[in-house]
Each structure stands twice: as structure tokens, then as C-alpha cells.
């Protein structure tokens, strides 16, 4: 078993900027990629963006640019840096670890909430 704990959500204006983290315990040995996810009301989730083990991020279109993820090993860290936050940007964020043997973990996920 793989437990996530994510924390750095809150309000903040349009244009200011949030760093979401994400600390992992257990099994976490057997985690490959992490990612963060975000669902907004009435709307399904989606992927923000990816690091895989090797350290290659991918991002959704729609953060490409404003958003960057990195991961700590050593601190067992995933986080995401989020600059020029939008209204649009307002959801719940999860944190995600894709085990090898392609089971998923979530966290219990952190609001984030952009004022305009």
C-alpha cells in the first residue's frame, strides 16, 4: 500500500501563485509515475501533469507554461508550482502514483481556489 498526503492549497488571487506538494509512504518502491489531478465542479477529472521515474514531465495544454511539477526522491516529495493562476484553475487537486504494475494510489486531494 502507497499513502499520499497532499498539502498547499487555499485562495488566491488571479495571477498569484500556489505550490501543491505531495508526500508518499508505504510500498513506494513500486511507484513509477506521479501526477497531479484536478476535478472541478460538475466537470470530470483531469490530468494536469506527469513525472515519470526518469524525470520527463508532460503537462495539459491548458498549463503548459504556468504550471511545473518536480519530484523529490529522496524526500519522497512530488509537487507542483503553480504561477498565473486563473479562475479557471479553481478545483480540487489530487495527488496520484502510478505503481509499476499499473495500479493507481490517490490522495485525498486540496482545494485550490482562484479569485478573479
Known amino acids: 500500500q502507497v499513502q499520499l498526503v497532499e498539502s498547499g492549497g487555499g485562495l488566491v488571487q488571479a495571477g498569484g501563485s500556489l505550490r501543491l506538494s505531495c508526500v508518499s509512504s508505504?510500498?513506494?518502491?513500486?511507484?513509477?509515475?506521479m501526477s497531479w489531478y484536478r476535478q472541478a465542479p460538475g466537470k470530470q477529472r483531469e490530468l494536469v501533469a506527469t513525472?515519470?521515474?526518469?524525470?520527463?514531465?508532460n503537462y495539459a495544454d491548458s498549463v503548459k507554461g504556468r504550471f511545473t511539477i518536480s519530484r523529490d526522491n529522496a524526500k519522497n516529495t512530488v509537487s507542483l508550482q503553480m504561477n498565473s493562476l486563473k479562475p479557471e484553475d479553481t478545483a480540487v487537486y489530487y495527488c496520484?502514483?502510478?505503481?509499476?504494475?499499473?495500479?493507481?494510489?490517490w490522495g485525498q486531494g486540496t482545494q485550490v481556489t482562484v479569485s478573479s
Open positions: 513525472i515519470t521515474g526518469g524525470g520527463t514531465t
Open positions: 496520484n502514483a502510478r505503481a509499476r504494475t499499473g495500479y493507481s494510489y
Open positions: 508505504g510500498r513506494i518502491s513500486n511507484i513509477d509515475d
